[in-house]
C-alpha cells in the first residue's frame, strides 16, 4: 500500500529548461510534505518542504505547488543545472501526530541534458 | 562537521552474525529516525527515537532488529543473526523536534550479508 507515489521513474530535461517532478498521496492525513535529492552513495538532502496550510512555496530556483483537493503536489525547478541530475524523493508527514517518520516515494531519476 | 554522521559506510557481514549501525545526530538535534532503502525503492521509516525513549517503532521488524539512543553517545540500530534480505542502505535522520519536520540525513550505511 503505497500512500505516496512518484508515478515518472525518470525525467528528462534539457538544461536551461523548467523542470516538474509530480507527486500524488493517498493519506488524507498527511498535512507536511517535504522534497529531498538524492545522488548516489549519498544520504537525501533537505531541499524544500509545503505545509498543506499553504499551496505554494518558494526557495531560489525550487518552488513546490499543493492541491490539496486533488491530493497532488510538484516540484519545479527553473532553471535547470547539470547539478540537479539526481534522484528526487517526495515525503509527507502527519504533523502533530506524535510519530514523525516521513513517508517517501519511490523517486524521479531527473537526467538535465546539456 | 556538523552534520549527521553515520558509521561504519559499507559493513560485510555473513549470514548470522550480528550488524551494529552507529549514528551522531546533527548538534542540538534530540530526535533520531532511522530508514532502510533497498534496491529501486524509496526510503521506508523504521524506528523513531528521543534520548533513552523508543518513540515509534512502527517500522521495524518484529524480530532481530533493535534500536537505542542512550542518554550518551550515538544511537544505534542492531540487526541480529543477519539474512541476505537485509542487504541494503541504512540511513539515519536528525530533527531537532519542537514543531520541526525537516530531517536531515547522514550518508548511510551500506550493509552487505554475504
Known amino acids: 500500500d503505497q500512500q505516496v507515489k512518484q508515478n515518472s521513474p525518470s525525467l528528462s530535461v534539457q538544461e536551461g529548461r523548467i523542470s516538474i517532478l509530480n507527486c500524488d498521496y493517498t493519506?488524507?492525513?498527511?498535512?507536511?510534505f517535504l522534497w529531498y535529492k538524492k545522488y548516489p552513495a549519498e544520504g537525501p538532502t533537505f531541499l524544500i518542504s509545503?505545509?498543506?496550510?499553504?499551496d505554494k512555496n518558494e526557495d531560489g530556483r525550487f518552488t513546490v505547488f499543493l492541491n490539496k483537493s486533488a491530493k497532488h503536489l510538484s516540484l519545479h525547478i527553473v532553471p535547470s543545472q547539470p547539478g540537479d541530475s539526481a534522484v528526487y524523493f517526495c515525503?509527507?508527514?502527519?504533523?502533530?501526530?506524535?510519530?514523525?517518520?516521513?513517508?517517501f516515494g519511490k523517486g524521479t531519476h531527473l537526467i538535465i541534458q546539456p | 562537521n556538523a552534520g549527521v554522521m553515520q558509521n561504519p559506510r559499507h559493513l560485510v557481514r555473513r549470514r548470522g552474525q550480528e550488524a551494529r549501525l552507529r549514528c551522531s545526530p546533527m548538534?542540538?538535534?534530540?530526535?533520531v529516525y532511522w530508514y532502510r532503502q533497498l534496491p529501486e525503492e524509496g526510503l521506508k521509516f523504521m524506528v523513531y527515537?528521543?534520548?533513552?525513549?523508543?518513540?515509534?517503532e512502527s517500522g521495524m521488524p518484529k524480530e532481530r532488529f533493535s534500536a537505542e539512543f542512550p542518554k550518551e553517545g550515538p544511537s544505534i540500530l542492531r540487526i541480529q543473526q543477519v539474512v541476505r534480505g537485509d542487504s541494503a542502505a541504512y540511513f539515519c535522520?536528525?530533527?531537532?523536534?519542537?514543531?520541526?519536520?525537516?530531517?536531515?540525513f547522514g550518508p548511510g550505511t551500506r550493509l552487505t550479508v554475504t
Open positions: 548538534k542540538g538535534h534530540s530526535h
Open positions: 493519506n488524507s492525513m498527511f498535512d507536511y
Open positions: 527515537l528521543q534520548k533513552e525513549n523508543i518513540i515509534d
Open positions: 515525503a509527507a508527514v502527519i504533523s502533530g501526530g506524535g510519530a514523525d517518520g516521513l513517508t
Open positions: 509545503i505545509s498543506s496550510i499553504k
Open positions: 535522520a536528525s530533527s531537532p523536534g519542537t514543531g520541526r519536520y525537516e530531517q536531515y
